[in-house]
């Protein structure tokens, strides 16, 4: 459970952090508690999204390998999914 509470697209203005958050919600079916959190800094979202990012826009890795090193962070995080 976050210390923080989450953000969610009501929270927010209009613009970029509120698409995140939609965004986000639409992927996971449910609000996601990390860009929630994120939200509260929007530079931050920006940059964390970014990163996140780089390794699919690089083309250093296939396709395939990029899944499953997501898939396997997934599971070293405890992801219930």
Not at 3 to 11: G, I
Not at 15 to 36: F, N, S, T, Y
């Amino acid at each position: 459970m976050a210390r923080m509470t989450p953000l969610t697209k009501d929270d927010v203005p209009e613009g970029d952090v509120r698409k995140a958050l939609i965004q986000g919600e639409k992927w996971l079916g449910k609000p996601v508690v990390g860009a929630g959190i994120q939200a509260y800094a929007p530079e931050i979202m920006k940059a964390s999204r970014a990163l996140g990012a780089a390794p699919g826009k690089s083309g250093l890795l296939p396709a395939e390998l990029r899944s499953l090193l997501c898939l396997r962070a997934a599971q070293m995080a405890g992801c219930p999914f």
